[in-house]
């Protein structure tokens, strides 16, 4: 990719979805240019520019019950790790002692993004 280069991207951290324009000025540096409704919007264009995030929601199966759990990540993690992400929390779900609760914890720390996957349903045997 050759820099300067201009992005425009769609702020998602409101209704709005406000259309940004953010400029990339190297691998690890952007400027907010315009299009952002609010303060969280800037923030928002620059870091999508650099480092995409996303928080992770799935569906796992637990041994002994038949419906899925629903799971998602505590955080957003890099965008590069969704598919490992979704990965550990299918291969831990598979052990989980039942019941399993809303809120509890499925994987601590997973993939060493420092967000934990949390249940977001109640499932028992």
Same mark, same amino acid.
């Given at each position: +990719?050759?820099?300067?280069? *201009? %992005?425009?991207?769609?702020?998602?951290?409101?209704? +709005?979805?406000?259309?940004? %324009? $953010?400029?990339?000025?190297?691998?690890?540096?952007?400027? @907010?240019? #315009?299009?952002?409704?609010?303060? *969280?919007?800037?923030? @928002?264009? $620059?870091?999508? !520019?650099?480092?995409?995030?996303?928080?992770?929601?799935?569906?796992?199966?637990?041994?002994?019950? !038949?419906?899925?759990?629903?799971?998602?990540? #505590?955080?957003?993690?890099? *965008?590069?790790? +969704?598919?490992?992400? $979704?990965?550990?929390?299918? *291969?831990a779900a598979e052990a989980c !002692?039942?019941?399993?609760?809303?809120?509890?914890?499925?994987?601590?720390?997973?993939?060493?993004?420092?967000?934990?996957?949390? !249940?977001?349903?109640? $499932?028992?045997?």
């Open positions: +990719m050759s820099y300067p280069t *201009r %992005l425009e991207l769609t702020c998602v951290c409101c209704p +709005m979805g406000c259309s940004l %324009l $953010v400029e990339k000025t190297s691998d690890a540096e952007a400027t @907010y240019l #315009s299009g952002a409704g609010c303060a *969280r919007g800037k923030k @928002y264009g $620059v870091r999508e !520019a650099i480092r995409p995030e996303r928080v992770v929601t799935t569906t796992v199966f637990v041994a002994g019950v !038949a419906e899925p759990l629903s799971v998602r990540t #505590s955080a957003p993690v890099p *965008r590069e790790l +969704m598919g490992q992400v $979704v990965a550990a929390a299918k *291969r !002692a039942l019941p399993v609760r809303t809120g509890d914890v499925v994987v601590r720390n997973v993939c060493g993004t420092g967000a934990d996957v949390i !249940a977001t349903k109640d $499932v028992e045997a």
